[in-house]
Antibody, heavy 121, light 107 residues
Framework: LQLQESGPGLVKPSETLSLTCTVS??????????WGWIRQPPGKGLEWIGD???????YYNPSLKSPVTISVDTSKNQFSLRLNSVTAADTAVYYC??????????????WGQGTTVTVSS | YVLTQPPSVSVAPGKTARITCGGN??????VHWYQQKPGQAPILVIS???DRPSGIPERFSGSNSGNTATLTIARVEAGDEADYFC???????????FGGGTKLTVL
């Protein structure tokens, strides 16, 4: 299983950040997997953004100030992130990951390499 | 739900490093640990408190009881120098929660 992020590295303030994660080596339509996003601001720790099941069930971090949408496209084996009205605080490395969900817990077993997104005019 | 980790831990090569992760009744949850080296994506080193994924050395182990989970790295090597993050799934709020991370320095 491999995941690869893609999308613009520079976004203007108040605009929308859009990233796509392409999954290879397995089907995104797996019952035990969720697919999600984590970010890491420069020099800081990991922040969960949210995740989605192929059936469309989504979970989001309510602490995020910018509105978030995560969607899935099973035909392309991809899932996507949209972060609206971004500010400089959204500057970070964005990782996509597979979330193994079983036995009442969830963890990230495979990560993408990460993509740096800078919010600046 | 809040997970608390010490910002830094230092250990001499060949010794044992212990990195803690504190949380209210964390022993009732499954704790997962990630290692992140500079400029790289995190990798999973421990799941379900003490399960090692394929490829992770036996030197890595975990425990979880009461209000503290611990990642233990035996016979520490220079290559273990990294940031380590604990993580749980908070079922009461349906959220993934990360600890703030601990920087392991090998002296």
């Amino acid at each position: 299983l491999q995941l690869q992020e893609s999308g613009p590295g520079l976004v203007k303030p108040s605009e929308t950040l859009s990233l796509t994660c392409t999954v290879s080596g397995d089907s995104i339509s797996s019952s035990f997997y969720y697919w999600g996003w984590i970010r890491q601001p420069p020099g800081k720790g990991l922040e969960w953004i949210g995740d989605i099941h192929y059936t469309g069930s989504t979970y989001y971090n309510p602490s995020l100030k910018s509105p978030v949408t995560i969607s899935v496209d099973t035909s392309k084996n991809q899932f996507s992130l949209r972060l609206n009205s971004v500010t400089a605080a959204d500057t970070a490395v964005y990782y996509c990951a597979s979330f193994w969900a079983k036995l009442g817990t969830r963890y990230m077993d495979v990560w993408g390499q990460g993509t740096t997104v800078t919010v600046s005019s | 739900y809040v997970l608390t980790q010490p910002p830094s831990v230092s250990v001499a090569p060949g010794k044992t490093a212990r990195i803690t992760c504190g949380g209210n009744n964390i022993g009732s949850k499954s704790v997962h640990w990630y290692q992140q080296k500079p400029g790289q994506a995190p990798i999973l080193v421990i799941s379900y408190d003490n399960d090692r994924p394929s490829g992770i050395p036996e030197r890595f182990s975990g425990s979880n009881s009461g209000n503290t989970a611990t990642l233990t790295i035996a016979r520490v090597e220079a290559g273990d120098e990294a940031d380590y993050f604990c993580q749980v799934w908070d079922s009461s709020s349906d959220h993934v929660v990360f600890g703030g991370g601990t920087k392991l320095t090998v002296l």
